[in-house]
């Protein structure tokens, strides 16, 4: 059962651009959501997170968007960069007593043109 | 510098050999994971431990088996019982209190000829 849904599979984007991609879940008892940025041959590397009371968190030029209602949230990358070029997980998890297992999002291969 | 270190980068293997996938971290980090990635499938959770000596079954353990001697290595194996055993590895570990947090390895890619 997948229990979190990332779209879209691709996505491509002219340099200063912005770049969205949205995660949409099923499980009420999530209570962590981070993204995820991973480079080829590379393992992913943790980018921003978010917790299910706070509506947004910026950091840089990365923004989270959460709507807990509709259980989805988002990430804003602004003034996309060639460097941002990655593939993107979302990612939900679980508190410590359920290992803080990371459910993951199929990812979204972002590509920035110059 | 403080990391984690997956062995081999790269391994081929024949059908119906077992093979085992190494990972050690030195952050000191109480819990370790195993993932599986494949193309267009995002990475599935196939074990993972909190503790020494203790783990559980992940999403898609059937066709893997893994250990935890030591706080710093979680070694996966691969076996033959495992029917599609071509792809991604992902090995990460994880703070205790930092939820969601997982450092990741870079990656043993298997390939099963």
């Known amino acids: 059962q997948q229990q979190v849904k990332q779209s879209p599979q691709s996505l491509i984007v002219q340099k200063g651009g912005i770049s969205i991609i949205n995660c949409a879940y099923e499980n009420t008892a999530f209570d962590y959501f981070p993204w995820y940025q991973q480079f080829p041959g590379k393992g992913p590397a943790l980018l921003i997170a978010i917790r299910p009371d706070v509506s947004e968190k910026k950091e840089g030029r990365f923004t989270i968007s959460f709507n807990k209602s509709a259980k989805q949230f988002s990430l804003h990358i602004m003034d996309s960069q060639p460097g941002d070029s990655a593939t993107y997980f979302c990612?939900?998890?679980?508190?410590?007593?359920?290992?803080?297992?990371?459910?993951f999002g199929e990812g979204t291969q972002l590509t920035v043109n110059p | 510098d403080g990391g984690i270190t997956q062995s081999p980068k790269y391994l081929f293997r024949k059908e119906g050999q077992n093979v085992t996938l190494s990972c050690e971290q030195n952050l000191n980090h109480d819990a370790m994971y195993w993932y599986r990635q494949d193309p267009g499938q995002g990475l599935r959770l196939i074990y993972y431990?909190?503790?020494?000596?203790?783990?559980q079954k992940g999403d898609i353990a059937e066709g893997y088996s893994v250990s935890r001697e030591k706080k710093e290595s979680f070694p996966l194996t691969v076996t033959s019982a495992q029917k599609n055993p071509t792809a991604f590895y992902l090995c990460?570990?994880?703070?205790?209190?930092?939820?969601?947090?997982?450092?990741f390895g870079e990656g043993s890619r298997l390939t099963v000829l």
């Open positions: 990612a939900a998890s679980m508190g410590e007593t359920s290992g803080s297992r990371l459910t």
């Open positions: 431990s909190q503790i020494v000596n203790d783990f």
């Open positions: 990460a570990s994880r703070r205790q209190g930092r939820v969601g947090e997982l450092f």
